[in-house]
C-alpha cells in the first residue's frame, strides 16, 4: 500500500476536494457516522450535481471523530466534511478499487459500484493463492448449464477459473442429450400434427415422408450450435477447459482420469455441477431395445410399437414425438395421472389429446416385468392394462439420480444424502465451507433454469459476494402438444396444505387469437393469496411455457390481480389470457360474462 500522508496519531481534516467546475453541490448521502472506523480511500459521502453523482473518499484510515456534513448540505471545493483521528497505518483495502475517487464519475456511480448484476463488476476477492498456490481459485466440476453458467459468472468476476467435464463436448445433460434435443423433435411432431390438422381447415397437405438421418442430423446441428458457443464463450473468458473424469482426492484436490496432460489439479473454491442420470428398473434385462431418454433422442429407428414407462415429463414429451412421427406408443403410468405433480384441470386437455395420439395410456398401472425374446414383452398390474404385451422398444423415464455419490465426496468430507443429493444452503454451500454444489445434484426440482441460477449465485459467493438462491418460484413447463406450464402454488398444493386463495381464470375458448389458431382447449389460470398478492398460476395449450414467464415475474414482484390486469397487454395474443384471468378476479374483465354473484 501506499504511504499514509496523514501521519500517525493525528487528527485529519478531510475536505471536498477540487470537483471540477462545480459550486454548492448536495450531499445526497452520507456513508459513514461519527465513531465508525474507516480506511483511507473508503467513501465518505455523495455528493450529485446536475452533471454527475461521485463519492469523496477518507484520505486518512482512523476513526471518524466528527461529522461537518449531512444528508441535503451542499458543500464547495475545500469545505470541510470530518474530522477523522488518524490510526496511523494506511491498510489498503479491495475497496479502494471500487470507489469513485475524487474524479466526477459519469451516471450515477455511486449507486453503480455496490451490489451485484451492477454495471460495473465487483472484483474477486480470492485470489489463486489466499495462503496456498492453487492451481486454479474456482474448480468447476461438470459443463452442464449448472456448471458452465458458474465457470463464466466466476470468470467474468475476475477470478481464475477451471472446469473439468467428462465428455468431449461442453453443455451437459440438458444441451446434448435433454432439453435441447428433445425440443428440436417436438417442433417437428408439432408441424406433422398441424399440417394434418389443417385438412380441417381446407388445406391438406401428403403424408409426411419422415428421412430419420436428416431429422437426426438437424437435431444434431442445433446441439452442435450450441455447444460450439459454449465453447467460444469459455476460450473468450479464458476459462480452463480440461477434458477428463473428476473425482476428489482431498478437500482442494481433483483427480482426474481420462487426460493425458492433467492428472491433478488443486482448487481453493470449487463447484460440484455434475447433474444425474437416468433411473434404470431393478432386474430388467439388458438389451439395446430398452432405452433411456438419451437413446430416444439418438434412435437407430423410428419403432413399430414403443412402451414409454413413466408418464412424467420426460416420458409424455418422447411420447408425443414418437407418436407424431408414427409409432404405436402405450404410456404406463404408476399415479393416477400423467404429469404427477400438476393440477389436474391443466393436465385433462393434455390427456385428451394424449389419447388421440397414443394406442393406450395406462395410469395406476405398475410394470411388473419385462422380457426381451424375439420383441419386448412388457406384464402389468393395474385395471385397465393387459397382463402383458410386445414391444419393438421400451423408454424407461421413471426420473433421474443425482450423481453426487460418484465423484470421491467422501474425500473431501462432503455430505452426499442416500439419493446422491449434496445439501447445500442458500449460497449453495456444502458442508464444507469452500465447496459449492449447484443444478441436479444438489436437489429438486432438475432442471435447468434452477441449475444455471444457482450457478450464478455460487459463482458471486467465491467472488465473495453476498448472493444467495432466493428466487420464490422456479415454472416447469411440459413441452408437449398442448404445452403445460405452471409456477408457484399450485391448486392442489394449495389445498393440501390448507393455503388461502382466490382464482381468476380465462378460457382460450374465448380468446380471438387461440380461437384462429384452433387452440381452444387451452387454459389460463392465477392463484392469488390472502393479501391479494398472485403466489401460483398455470397454463394449458399452445405456448402456455412461455405465458407462465410473464406470472414468474408478477410472482417476485409481488403484483397483485389489478397490477396484472391493468397492465396493457398486446393485442390478438395468447398472453392476453393472463391479463384477463387477473381482471376476473379484479371483477374488471368484460370479454367473458360472468353473472354477478348474489
Ligand atoms: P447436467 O446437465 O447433468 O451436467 C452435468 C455434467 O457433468 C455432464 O456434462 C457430465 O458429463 C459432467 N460430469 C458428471 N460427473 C463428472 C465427473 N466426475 N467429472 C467430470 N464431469 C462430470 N430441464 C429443463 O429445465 N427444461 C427442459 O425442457 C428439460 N428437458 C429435459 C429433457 C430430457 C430428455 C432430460 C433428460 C432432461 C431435461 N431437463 C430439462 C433437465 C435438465 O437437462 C437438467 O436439469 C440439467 O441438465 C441439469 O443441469 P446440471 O448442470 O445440474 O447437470
Redesign the pocket.
Known sequence: GEADDSGSGETVEVKVPDIGDFDSVEVIEVLVAEGDSVEKEQALITLESDKATLEVPSTAAGTISELKVKEGSTVSEGDLIALVASSGGSKQTQSESKSGGNKPASGDSAKASSGSGSKSEPKATTSASDDHNYDCDVLV???????YTAAFRAADMGLNVTL????SVLG???LN???IP??ALLHSAKVIEDAANMASHGVTFGKPEIDLAKLLDYKQSVIDQLTGGLKSMASKRKVNVVNG???FADDHTLKIDGNDDVSQLTFNKAII????EPVMLPGWPEDERIWT?EDA?SPDEIPGSLLVVGGGI?GC?IANVYAAHGTEVDIVEMTDSLIPGADKDLIKPLTKRMNKRCGNIWVSTKVTGLEAGDKLTASFEGKDAPESKDYDRVLVAVG?KP?GK??GAENAGLEVNDRGFIPVDKQCRTNVDHIFA????SGEP????R?THQGKVAAECCAGEKSAFDAKVIPS?V?TDPEVAWTGVTETQAKKEGIEYTKGAFPWAANGRAIGLDATDGNTKLLFGKDGRIIGAGAVGSGAGDLIAETCLAIEMGADAHDIGLTIHPHPTLAETVGMAAEAEAGTLTDLYIPKKK
Do not use: F, M
Open positions: 466440476l461438470g459443463s452442464g448449464p449448472g456448471g473439468v467435464e467428462r465428455h451437459g445433460v440438458c442429450v435433454g432439453c428433445s425440443k473424469t473428476g473425482t455441477a455434475v447433474g444425474s431418454s433422442l420426460i414429451e433421474r450423481n460418484k465423484i449447484i443444478g441436479d445434484v432438475q432442471l435447468a433454469h441449475a413447463v413441452y
